[in-house]
C-alpha cells in the first residue's frame, strides 16, 4: 500500500513539501481552500502565487546569505527553484520572477508528477490525533476560521504582524523623459530597473505628501505589529523625514543622463512579469486609499502619468511560537502527527518559506518511512533557518535568512600559524563556502541513509 500524508495550503511552503514527498514515492493529499474562497491578497487560482514583490531576493551564492540559500534548494532539487530559474525577468543582481508564468509552472509540475491529489474547500477542523502525519503550511494568511482552530490547539502560542504590499504600474505611462534605465552601480543589465529622481524640493514635497494622505483604517481589535524588513513606506516616512533616503530611495549608485544634477533621492522600478509590461515600485508598500495613492506616486518625476496595474494593501501575517511548540522536526509537540511548514512558523520571506517547506517534505517522508530524519547542519543557510524557529534565547520574530543566525565565524589560522581576523566581503565568502561544503556531506549521508 502507497504510504500518504496530507498538507493543508498550496502557497510555496505547502509546494514544496508535496513535491519533496512525492518524489520519493509518497502520495499527498493536498487541501486548498482556493478557487472557493481567496484571502484578501490572493487573486489568481494557480498554487504558489506571489502577493508581495515578485523578487526572491539576491542570487549571489558567494556573499549573500538568501542567494546562498536559493543554491542549497537548488542542490536540493527544489521545485520552487526549478520554477524560479525558468520564469525569472531581469533585475540585476536579484532573481525576480513573473509570478504569473511562476505560479502555472509549479502548479503544472506539481500536478504532473501523478501522486498529488488536490482537495478544494477551506479546511477549518485541527487533524485528527489519528489522521495521516499532515503538514500545516497555511502561511501568513491563514483563513479566520482555521488560524483560530490552530490558536485554540496551541494555547494561544501565536502572534501577528502586517505586512504591505508594494503598487505595480504599466511601463507604457512612465515618462522616460524624466526616468532613465540603470541598475544601482551598474550591476546586471541596465534595462533591470527605471529610475525616477526627485531634487530636494521634490523629495521633502513627496514626504509631506505621503505624511498627509489617507490611509486605510485599521479595525478597533487591531494593533500594527509591522516585520521591519517591509515596513509601509508612510511608516518609514514618519520615523524621520530623511530616513527614505537611506531606505528605498537612497540615490547611490546612480546617475540621471537627463540632467547634470545629481538627483537628491531616487525611486526605482523593478520588472514584474515577463513581458516587462508591469514594473512594482521598489520598497513602496504601503496603506493609504487608492486615491490617495494615485495622488502622492504621481507626484514622483516620471510618473506623474502613472496607470495602476495594483495598488498597493496591506494584510495581517500569522505565525506561531515555533520555539516552544515544534520538535527538531517540526512537528507539533503536543500532537506528532502535525507538522506546520512555511511562514506560519516564523520564517520570512518567500525563499525561507520554501526551505523550510523543503525541509518540512524531507521530514515528513523520512517519518512516513520509518526513518529518522538528518537535520542539515546550523553552518547551512537551511539549517540555520531551522535553527531561528528552534531559538529560544529571545523573544520569537520572524526572521529573513541572515548571516547572524550562522555560526559565527572570527577568522582563520593562516599558513604560518597565526590568527587572521576576517571581515567584510572576505567574511561573508567563508560562511558559503563553508556552508556549501558542510552542505554537500549532508546530502552525500542522506543519500547514504
Known sequence: MTATANIIGAGLAGCESAWQLAKRGIKVKLFEMKPQKFSPAHKNTDFAELVCSNSLRA??????????????MRRFNSLIMQCADATKVPAGGALA??????????????????????ISGEITEFPAADAPLTIIATGPLTSADFANTILEKVNHQAFSFYDAIAPVVYKESINFDKAWYQSRYDKGDKYDYINCPLNKEQYY??????????KMPFHDFETPQY?????????MAERGADTLLFGPMKPVGLTNPH?????????QLRQDNKEDTLRNIVGFQTKMKYGAQQEVFRLIPGLENAEFARYGGIHKNTFINSPLLLDEFLRLKSQPNVMFAGQITGCE????????GMS???FAACLI???????PPQTTATGAMLGHLKDTTAEYQPMNINFGIFPTIQGEITSSGKFRKIKGADRKAAYCHRALADFAQWLQQIENN
Open 227 to 235: 516585520f521591519d524588513g517591509c515596513l509601509p513606506i508612510e511608516v
Open 369 to 375: 518511512q520509518g526513518k529518522t530524519p538528518l537535520l
Open 259 to 267: 540632467s547634470m544634477e545629481k538627483p537628491y533621492a531616487v525611486v
Open 360 to 362: 518540512a517534505g524531507y
Open 205 to 214: 514635497g513627496f514626504v509631506n505628501a505621503l505624511l498627509a494622505a489617507e
Open 97 to 118: 520572477v513573473d509570478r504569473n508564468g511562476f505560479a502555472h509552472m509549479v502548479t503544472e509540475k506539481l500536478l504532473a508528477t501523478n501522486m498529488v491529489e488536490v
Open 349 to 356: 520571506g518567500y525563499v525561507e518559506s520554501a526551505n523550510v
Open 59 to 72: 542570487d549571489d551564492a558567494e556573499h549573500n546569505a538568501v542567494g546562498l540559500m536559493h543554491e542549497e
